[in-house]
């Protein structure tokens, strides 16, 4: 997840990049009245909590037809992990597109305000659609790269319902750490935005770290070297750590986002993933009262 921002112009080469890749200067703003907290918050444990009800009543009600069905000699449909993941980059590449066509009028304004999550002056939805959202072709690639390698095992584990629950919860949980961090740290004096999909991708990557630990990644620019998915991600979330308490204002990397949602997804993968489960399984039939044993014994 990237940042998107709106600081003043300048002569150096990183404020070329920012204006060239991130700078609106009609949405610049300073000291405005911060969105109350609890918003946010509130915003987000009602997404996660209705995206994980739906999916278990979804699951419960397959789990259902699937003794009916096993009974009759049928076979239920269920859509493959790639087809999901597909899904979801096919998603994010119409956003892109959105985005190179420079669109204007209302579906510039759309776009700005609920697919660029604002850490101060925060849109609701944009929580949520902020992880569609790439400005950038390099932006896009790595983080659709990362998503389409990690997210199909993840798929396989969890079943299509339950994982679409847990790409929406981290979705909100990273941002909502984002958040947090720039108001504990930064305030209300500016306001930059963040976009993209790497919170997400963070949490997927850490559930197969925890679900794979032998398994390996490699490098993009060295193909040829694996390394242990786990020191792999560690390595990741110490960059982002070092990030956070960097002496510079700002990095154009959402360092606070990757964190929450790495940590947010290894605990998931250790402790809500096997909880679903339990809440999938039937409830144990009711204790035999020892009275009834024994007069059956004797």
């Known amino acids: 997840m990237f940042y998107r921002f709106f600081s003043k112009s300048g002569s150096s080469w990183r404020s070329q990049f920012q204006r060239r890749f991130y700078y609106r200067p009609w949405i610049r703003v ?10 946010p918050v509130t915003f987000a444990l009602g997404m996660g909590f209705a995206s994980f009800s739906v999916a278990h009543a979804l699951d ?23 087809k999901i993941v597909l899904s979801i980059v096919g998603v994010n590449a119409a956003v892109l597109l959105l985005w190179k066509l420079r669109p204007y009028g209302k579906v510039v304004r ?19 659609l ?17 998503f389409y ?36 740290r930064f305030g209300s004096a500016m306001t930059p935005g963040s976009l993209g999909a790497s919170g997400a991708v963070y949490a997927i990557a850490a559930a197969t770290s925890y679900f794979f630990p032998n398994a390996s990644v490699s490098i993009i620019f060295l193909p040829f070297i694996p390394i242990r998915i786990g020191v792999a991600l560690l390595g990741l979330m110490a960059f982002d750590a070092w990030g956070l308490i960097n002496r510079s204002r700002f990095t154009f990397i959402d360092h606070a986002a990757h964190l929450g949602g790495g940590i947010f997804g290894w605990l998931y993968a250790k402790y809500g993933y ?10 144990p039939p009711p204790a035999v009262n020892s009275v009834f044993r024994r007069s059956v014994s004797w």
């Open 30 to 39: 300073k000291n405005i009245q911060a969105t109350p907290l609890w918003k």
């Open 60 to 82: 419960a009600r397959k789990q259902q037809a699937k003794k009916i069905t096993s009974f009759r000699g049928r076979r239920i449909h269920q859509p493959s992990s790639k």
């Open 110 to 128: 759309f776009l700005d305000r609920y697919t660029i999550m604002n850490p101060v002056r925060t849109t609701l939805p944009s929580m949520l």
């Open 130 to 146: 902020s992880a569609f959202s790439h400005q950038s072709n390099w932006h896009f690639a790595v983080n659709m790269i990362a």
């Open 149 to 184: 390698s990690f997210a199909p095992s993840v798929v396989d584990v969890m079943g299509p319902n339950q994982f679409l629950a847990f790409f929406t919860t981290s979705v909100l949980a990273s941002n909502l750490v984002s958040i947090f961090h720039h108001r504990l």
């Open 274 to 283: 096997s909880a679903y489960k339990r809440s999938l399984r039937p409830p």
